[in-house]
Every structure is written in structure tokens, then in C-alpha cells.
């Protein structure tokens, strides 16, 4: 985990000059997901929907506007930051974390029309 915080601190950092996209609704319905995306979207829908809805902003930051690799969603997630609680493998498993992090990058690409 020691190894992870260097990037959860650099992310910030890495994302502050993109566009600010924290209120901006997704265009289109989210088609064409893979099994791994589905299964993802399920356990985001499941936990992360209610703070960030449709990776937007809300109860907590945007996540359409961050760039964020795999390894440093599945850190977020698992560490927690803030006011986002931790969510151990009793709550999401490692399968269902990969599959997590694939939705989100998906979510991201979907709503700068990418894919």
C-alpha cells in the first residue's frame, strides 16, 4: 500500500488542467459493454452510484473528468480518501474491483465520446 500513496498524491496533480465535466451528464446510453463491464457496472451501481451518479458529481467528486489508471481506482477504492469510506474485500472482492475499475474507465471514455 506504501507503494500506491505516491500516485494517490500525484493524481490530483495529474488531473487539474483537464476539462471540468462534474456536472455535465453523460450523452447516450452506454451500450456495447463487455462481460467484465457489466459485471463491473453492477458492482458500481451496487456502490458507487448513490455518491457519484453516472460518474458525475455528487455526494462525492466527478469521475468522468479523471484520468485515474486502473491501479490507482482500485487503490481509491480500497483505501478510501476523505469522505469516501474504504471498501474491503468482505465488500468487493478483487474480481469484482477489476471489473469496478474496467466500468469506470469505460464510464470516462463513454462520456468524452470515446469507444
Known sequence: MRRLLP??????LLTACLP?????????ELTGLSPQE??????????????HPGGAEGLGPALNN???PHLAI???VRAGLG????FDA???????LEALADYVVRLR????GGR
Open 83 to 86: 469522505a469516501m469510506p474504504a
Open 109 to 112: 471514455e463513454h462520456g468524452f
Open 90 to 96: 468482505s465488500e468487493i472482492s478483487d474480481a469484482d
Open 38 to 51: 457489466a459485471r463491473g457496472r453492477v458492482v458500481y451501481m451496487a456502490n458507487c452510484q448513490q455518491c
Open 20 to 28: 471540468q465535466r462534474r456536472d455535465a451528464p453523460l450523452v447516450g
Open 74 to 76: 482500485r487503490a481509491q
Open 7 to 12: 500516485l494517490l498524491l500525484l493524481a490530483p
Open 66 to 68: 479523471k484520468p485515474l
